[in-house]
């Protein structure tokens, strides 16, 4: 199987539009069983002055700022990018109503068009992974990084949604690709050839999918998943609910690197 998830054709398919990373925030939100939302739990984390200028890189359809359009200090100016053009035009829409500034510019992370020191903070959510040339990517955001400027970057640990994953292997027959190149186990020792002090905080969470039907549209959304696979997911994932339950582990949570 292709690992689609660092390929840029297949990546610029699937993040088009927003549709399908729509679907699954949605998913994750509906039987999230964390104590903190995950967006509002991933704004604390931000440690920055008042007038901060923030670059959101890979920033999908901007949901980290638009699910805390009322947190957001006046003074703030944020820069989205994304190398999708279809992303950085649903982002602008979503943050219309949003505190701070706004500005966007579509952008590929190895290839940041800024000058060097350019920013306090920036952020680098679930998307490292698909980065082909990951390194010049982290060399990009300390480049534009003032010098005590913070990266931002959340990601997955190996044992993400692993129980769904076997499930999924059982029907397709092997083993779905996932996203290794960067993930809680290996983003550490990554960052740390570009940043002094690298920290790794974890969000605790996992799904409690209590309706068959959004786990199917889930695996659906994956470009390596053909639609004619729904009966067969539908019955293996149907399966796997104990008391009307389906348990599924999650591992996140964000590297914060400085200096
Ligand atoms: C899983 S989404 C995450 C979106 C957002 N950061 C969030 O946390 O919801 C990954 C995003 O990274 C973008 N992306 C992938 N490779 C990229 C690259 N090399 N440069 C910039 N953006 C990229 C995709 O277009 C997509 O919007």
Redesign the pocket.
């Known amino acids: 199987m292709p690992d689609w998830l660092e390929s ?1 054709d297949v ?2 398919e ?2 088009a539009d ?1 549709e399908n ?1 729509d679907a ?2 949605a998913f994750h939100k509906e039987y999230s069983t964390a104590e903190r939302e995950f967006r509002a739990w ?1 704004f604390d984390q931000f440690d920055c002055n008042s007038d901060a200028r923030v670059l ?9 700022w638009s699910a805390n359009r009322k947190r957001i200090p006046d003074r703030w100016s944020i820069m989205l ?4 053009p279809g ?1 950085v035009e649903t982002a602008r829409e979503n943050v219309t109503d949003c505190d701070g500034s706004f500005s966007s510019r579509v ?4 290839d940041l068009p800024f000058k060097n020191d350019s920013f306090d903070a920036a ?5 490292l992974y ?4 990951r390194e010049a ?1 982290i060399a990009e955001l300390r480049r534009v990084l003032k010098p005590a400027g913070i990266l931002y970057a ?1 990601t997955n640990g190996d044992r993400h949604l692993v129980e769904l994953f076997d499930t999924l292997e059982s029907v397709l027959g092997e083993r779905p690709a996932r996203s290794t190149g960067f993930t809680l186990e290996n983003g550490h020792e990554q960052l740390d050839h570009r940043f002094d002090d690298v920290e790794l905080r974890r969000y605790d969470t996992a799904l409690a999918v209590t309706d068959v039907e959004p786990v199917v549209a889930y695996a659906l959304s994956r470009e390596d998943v053909d639609e004619s696979l729904a009966d067969d997911l539908r019955g293996a994932f149907a399966a796997q609910f104990e008391d009307g339950v389906f348990r599924v582990s999650k591992d996140v949570g964000t590297f914060v690197a400085r200096g």
């Open positions: 840029s990546l610029a699937q993040y927003s990373l699954r925030i991933q959101c890189v890979g920033c999908g359809p901007a949901e980290l990018t994304d190398f999708s992303m952008a590929d992370a190895s952020t680098a959510n679930h998307m698909h980065v082909r040339d990517a959340t």
